[in-house]
Structure formats: structure tokens, C-alpha cells
């Protein structure tokens, strides 16, 4: 069946690195996604990968598509307390096979001092 | 500018009752979508529409209902069957695949009293 797997927390100094992780289980996935959800708000989509891509990099945003083993990482570098938030992995099922996408259960980003 | 709207940000009702969440999106987007978030939960799809005049069950339909008369409006009515309705609804819409990133707007907070 197909399933998206996160941690819940992820825990980051100021100034530091955070790489949050997500696997999933549908590997004719065509497009895998990144969202971010601010306290109480809607999600935003940051970035997105194509399949057929190994890395994609967007400012401080950097993803990386590991298709062997069907995991997929979101490193934000020079971590911010504007960075708090939960971030949310999502694939696309193969083409044209419905609308829906697979979401993970998020990743909440805590931002110590 | 395009984006969606969803209407009130938080609402209050008594058991029993009916009530129905406002979505208007003014991206021209044919597919459109609302989802439940509970407290520390993920995303899980209630309802889904390809196209105006159709819309199809998502995993946690029962105790809700959807309209979509008009391609810019997918209204969802919480029915006084859904046993526990308190919780943040979500409204997305899209493209359609292949890529199918969802565009959300800002929830409603509902919350049974």
C-alpha cells in the first residue's frame, strides 16, 4: 500500500543545518513535495522534485530524491526561528491515476537559541 | 490577486446543528479538495472534486457533504452525524496531474461547544 513516513520533531540550533527526512513507499511516483505549515495557518508549498531528478537546490532550500531507496530529504541550511513550523512530505501517484496525494504526518521543526 | 479563500477563520456551533465551511479559489483550478487536521495530526481527505458537478469520497467522508455547482466554489457542510467534527479544515485545489501541487487556503477552526 502506499504510505509517506516522518519523524515527528526535529530538533536545530540557530545558525545550524536542519535535514528533515520522509520515505515513502510508491515508487512510480512521479513528483514528491515539500510543505511547510506555520501555528494555525494553511500550508505553503516550498518545493517540489521531479522523479527523474537527484537534487534540487532553491536558496537555503536544498532536496534531495534518493530512488533506491525511496527517501527524500529537505535540507534548509542556516536554520532561523522563522523556520518553526511543521513540515509536511507528499508524493503524486503515477500519471493521471486520480487527483489525490499521498501526505506524511509531518515534521514539527523546533528552533532552540 | 489569485489564491483561496476560506470563510469564517473560526467558527462555533452547538451539537447537533449543521454547519457549512466556505472555499472560493480564483486560480482556475478544475480539482479541489478538503481535508481535516486534528492537534498534532497529519492531513487526512475528506472530499475531492475533479471537475464541476462531480466530486468523489475521500478517506473520512462519513458525517459530511460537498456541493461543487460553480468551478470556484467546493462548500462543505459538517452534518450534526459526524461525531466529533471539532478540529481545522483545510480547502485545496489544484491543476490536475501529472504535477497536481495543491494550493491551500488559511482553514477554518471549527469547534463544537
Known amino acids: 500500500g502506499e504510505d509517506v513516513e516522518q519523524s515527528l520533531f526535529l530538533s536545530v540550533r540557530e545558525g545550524d543545518s536542519s535535514v528533515i527526512n520522509c520515505t515513502y513507499t510508491?515508487?512510480?511516483?512521479?513528483?514528491l513535495y515539500w510543505y511547510k505549515q506555520e501555528p494555525g495557518a494553511g500550508l505553503q508549498l516550498l518545493t517540489y522534485?521531479?522523479?527523474n531528478m537527484d537534487m534540487k537546490q532553491d536558496q537555503r532550500l536544498t532536496v534531495l530524491l534518493n530512488k533506491k531507496d525511496k527517501h527524500l530529504s529537505l535540507r534548509i541550511a542556516d536554520t532561523q526561528t522563522g523556520d518553526s513550523a511543521i513540515y509536511f512530505c507528499?508524493?503524486?501517484?503515477?500519471?493521471?491515476?486520480?487527483?489525490?496525494?499521498?501526505w506524511g504526518a509531518g515534521t514539527k521543526l523546533i528552533i532552540k537559541p | 490577486d489569485g489564491g483561496i479563500t476560506q470563510s469564517p477563520k473560526y467558527l462555533f456551533r452547538k451539537e447537533g446543528q449543521n454547519v457549512t465551511l466556505s472555499c472560493e479559489q480564483n486560480l482556475n483550478h478544475d480539482a479541489m479538495y478538503w481535508y481535516r487536521q486534528d492537534p498534532g495530526q497529519g492531513l487526512r481527505l475528506i472530499y475531492y472534486s475533479q471537475i464541476v458537478n462531480d466530486f468523489q469520497k475521500g478517506d473520512i467522508a462519513e458525517g459530511y457533504s460537498v456541493s461543487r455547482e460553480k468551478k470556484e466554489s467546493f462548500p462543505l457542510t459538517v452534518t450534526s452525524a459526524q461525531k466529533n467534527p471539532t478540529a481545522f479544515y483545510l480547502c485545496?485545489?489544484?491543476?490536475?496531474?501529472?504535477?497536481?501541487?495543491?494550493?491551500f487556503g488559511p482553514g477554518t477552526r471549527l469547534t463544537v461547544l
Open positions: 522534485i521531479f522523479s
Open positions: 485545496a485545489s489544484s491543476i490536475g496531474p501529472p504535477g497536481n501541487e495543491q494550493f
Open positions: 507528499a508524493e503524486s501517484p503515477p500519471l493521471y491515476s486520480n487527483y489525490q496525494l499521498i
Open positions: 510508491d515508487s512510480s511516483s512521479t513528483y
